[in-house]
């Protein structure tokens, strides 16, 4: 009976939260480019005529603007968790309590958003100077 309250509770915990301020995410991110799917196309400004921006701030409110059109808002946070896409656990960004992205830095101004789903696609950003 206990061994099965510790596995329930134990089971049912949160991953731990990173702290945004711990990560350079928060500024303005202009869209570079969108790969992946099953046909493996790649998707950029000029080839799709969309410009995207990405606005992260540090009280952890996220915008994704197209065409300077809000499309996506909502608050996030950080947990690094397993996924099925990766060995090891990632630092995952769930917005309003989803998991959406796995995030990875190629650099300090260079972001990889990569979505959570199989034959989907990875996200590209330059941050906005």
Known sequence: ???TLLVTVVGCTEPP?????????????????????????VDTPQSTGTNRTLVVT???VL???????????????????PTSFRSDTA???????VAIWIIEFRSRD?????????????????RQR
């Open 17 to 41: 939260t990173v702290a945004v301020d711990s990560l350079p995410l928060v500024g303005r991110w202009v869209w570079l480019q969108s790969s992946g799917g099953i046909s493996g196309r």
């Open 110 to 126: 260079i972001l990889a958003l990569t979505d959570l789903c199989y034959d989907c696609f990875m996200h590209v950003w330059a």
């Open 63 to 81: 915008q994704l603007l197209q065409q300077d059109t809000v499309v996506v808002a909502g608050r996030f946070r950080i947990h690094r968790e």
């Open 91 to 97: 630092e995952v960004l769930r917005l309003d309590g």
């Open 58 to 60: 540090s009280d952890s």
């Open 1 to 3: 009976m206990l061994a």
